[in-house]
């Protein structure tokens, strides 16, 4: 079945630093991929999204390329803030799962000033 | 435009009683989702809906589990003779239709078995 993996956490950071948080992913199909951040007593909102192979998603300073041949999704920022401590959570959407999502475990992101 | 709506957004029962939650989905979204998130671990999914009919069950969902969407409008998510096991964030999505890509996730209600 289809899944995704995330690198582990906790990770944190200075502000105005470089965060990377690593994603591959496995799907029997040609998934659609995603990335939905969860803010401190918020809901999942989508950060960013690709359909297709080396498409890349970016939104608020975040972006991530699909890569076919490694099933990768990374997310990159080149400059974090403090308003970038959240949760991040990469995910997929296969039509042959009828487009129901699938999350990585998640990965808690904390940015010190 | 509201947002998808849950409630109560915390819950707190003994073990063995019943709880229902509900989820008021953005309204003229077709689908509905329910999924489960538990410390340290990403949204696991449940169920879902198109309009009022329930299209799958996870296997993750015990005949404890019950949901429905009577009216293709909003929904409950029933579970009877809790456990402690069933604690959890329980999390509503809605959808105009397959496009995961326009989900829109509720707050959740936190369910605390004691």
């Known amino acids: 079945g289809d899944s995704v993996t995330q690198m582990e956490g906790p990770v944190t950071l200075s502000e105005e630093a470089f965060l990377t948080i690593n994603c591959t992913y496995t799907a029997t199909g040609y998934p659609s991929l995603f990335w939905y951040v969860q803010y401190p007593g918020e809901g999942l909102q989508l950060l960013l999204k690709a359909t297709k192979a080396d498409d890349k998603g970016s939104n608020k300073g975040f972006e991530a390329t699909y890569r076919k041949e490694t099933t990768s999704f990374h997310l990159e920022k080149g400059s974090v803030q403090v308003s970038d401590s959240a949760v991040y959570f990469c995910?997929?959407?296969?039509?042959?799962?009828?487009?129901?999502?699938?999350f990585g475990a998640g990965t808690t992101v904390t940015v010190r000033a | 435009d509201t947002g998808v709506s849950q409630n109560p957004r915390h819950k707190i029962t003994k073990r063995g009683q019943n709880v229902t939650f509900r989820c008021d989905p953005i309204s003229e979204h077709n689908r509905l989702y329910w999924y489960r998130q538990t410390l340290g671990q990403g949204p696991e999914f449940l169920t879902y809906f198109q309009n009022e009919a329930q299209l799958e069950k996870s296997r993750l969902l015990s005949d404890r589990f019950s949901a429905e969407r009577p009216k293709g409008s909003f929904s409950t998510l029933e579970i009877q003779r809790t456990e402690q096991g069933d604690s959890a964030m329980y999390l509503c999505a809605s959808s105009w239709d397959r496009g995961s890509e326009k989900l829109f996730f509720g707050s959740g209600t936190q369910l605390s078995v004691l």
């Open positions: 995910a997929l959407s296969d039509r042959s799962n009828d487009y129901k999502l699938s």
